[in-house]
């Protein structure tokens, strides 16, 4: 394991990629999957999702509360750090694993929403995109004083992708899509509504996999900033970094699947380092 400054020192010099993950919105409040104090959580797969109405009456149940914590989350030293870094031009850009869209909210303006974007919602029928807000309003309208019954958010347990853990749910009315058919009836499509994130068991868009690798291929080095790397999504950026023979450097509380690939590997959080980087980078 390094030290600050054996970061500083692989660092330096280079024109970086950025790979985020949970880790660096914990100090926003929004709790990790993997992180040594999270507890044992098993996430709604795609499959489920898609196959069973009773599984996406669940889902969107806990969504609608667990979203509106995450919408009251800002950026911490972490994501503020990384927007300064970028506007210096020693960060190329950010490839987040998280759903948060904390680092557009900081300031950073190349960014790849690998896994998606928790505030927007798609059509999975017709294609149609909803924003997060106009959803939440037809829920609490087909779902009169459920979010109030449940409680205040912050009684409730949250999950990174702005779930939230509540178990009765049996009762919840699932809004489906109301854009016009696009069969061609005077209907609506009434297709599954889904949060535009990445599930697990579902494939990240290709466009987004292509863009994040031709970022990786533009810097001169990929540093990984609160990620354990436990899921092929990220860890493939690693890889592909190494092959090229580029440095890599990893921030991470706690070991990595990518720490073998590693210059550097640093067991801290990452809103102190990166805040440290902002004053040791030239």
Not at 48 to 53: H, P
Not at 196 to 212: K, N, W
Request: with cysteine; glycine share 10%.
């Amino acid at each position: 394991m390094g030290t600050l400054d054996d970061l500083v020192g692989v660092l330096k010099g280079h024109r970086l990629v950025v790979l985020t993950g949970a880790g660096i919105s914990t100090d926003s409040g929004i709790p990790d999957y993997r992180g040594p104090d999270s507890p044992q959580r098993t996430p709604m797969t795609f499959q489920q999702f898609v196959g069973d109405e009773r599984f996406r009456q669940h889902y969107w149940a806990r969504n609608q509360v667990g979203w509106r914590h995450v919408a009251t989350r800002h950026p911490n030293a972490g994501h503020r750090a990384l927007a300064e870094l970028e506007r210096r031009g020693i960060v190329q850009g950010v490839i987040t694993q998280n759903v948060d869209t904390l680092h557009e909210a900081a300031g950073s303006r190349r960014v790849i929403d690998l896994h998606g974007r928790y505030d927007e919602v798609r059509c999975l029928h017709c294609g149609t995109q909803y924003s997060r807000d106009e959803v939440a309003d037809r829920l609490d309208a087909l779902n009169p004083g459920f979010v109030e019954r449940i409680g205040e958010v912050g009684d409730v347990e949250i999950a990174p992708d702005a779930d939230a853990v509540i178990e009765r749910t049996a009762d919840f009315v699932v809004q489906a899509c109301w854009a016009p058919d696009p069969d061609g009836s005077a209907g609506e499509c009434g297709g599954i509504l889904k949060p535009d994130i990445v599930y697990f068991g579902e494939t990240v868009p290709p466009a987004r996999v292509v863009a994040s690798y031709a970022l990786v291929d533009e810097a001169d080095a990929l540093f990984v900033a609160g990620s354990s790397l436990a899921v092929q999504s990220g860890l493939r950026f690693v890889r592909h970094a190494a092959a090229a023979g580029k440095p890599i450097a990893i921030v991470n509380r706690g070991a990595t699947r990518g720490d073998r690939y590693a210059k550097v590997t640093l067991h801290a959080g990452t809103s102190e380092v990166l805040a440290a980087l902002v004053w040791l980078l030239p």
